[in-house]
């Protein structure tokens, strides 16, 4: 059974940083590339970040320069550090892991970022 548990996600100040996790298991977690996408109130779903299987890196231009996404393939867990936190930045966080064609999702972790 895979799951993708996500965490680190919280109420921030703008200007402020935060990280989250996504552990994963059920899946051979160092082949597949694995990303955070983010969905806002009344927005569609969107691509934040990915890293692939050999550490590709590739960012939305909302966030370049603020977050960085790594992974650690012995824990079985991505990151996400989010930076210079703006308000813009507030959604619900959704860890993906995808291999093939066949995507697996996490549950989410609430990001906010308000004064």
């Known amino acids: 059974q895979v799951q993708l548990v996500e965490s680190g996600g919280g109420l921030v100040q703008p200007g402020g940083s935060l990280r989250l996790s996504c552990a994963a298991s059920g899946i051979i977690f160092s082949i597949y590339t694995m990303g955070w996408y983010r969905q806002a109130p009344g927005k569609q779903r969107e691509l934040v970040a990915s890293?692939?299987?050999?550490?590709?890196?590739n960012y939305a231009d909302s966030v370049k320069g603020r977050f960085t996404i790594s992974r650690d393939n012995v824990k079985k867990t991505v990151y996400l550090q989010m930076n210079s936190l703006e308000p813009e930045d507030t959604a619900v966080y959704y860890c993906?892991?995808?291999?093939?064609?066949?995507?697996?999702w996490g549950q989410g972790t609430q990001v906010t970022v308000s004064a």
């Open positions: 890293i692939t299987s050999s550490s590709r890196q």
């Open positions: 993906n892991s995808v291999l093939g064609g066949v995507a697996f």
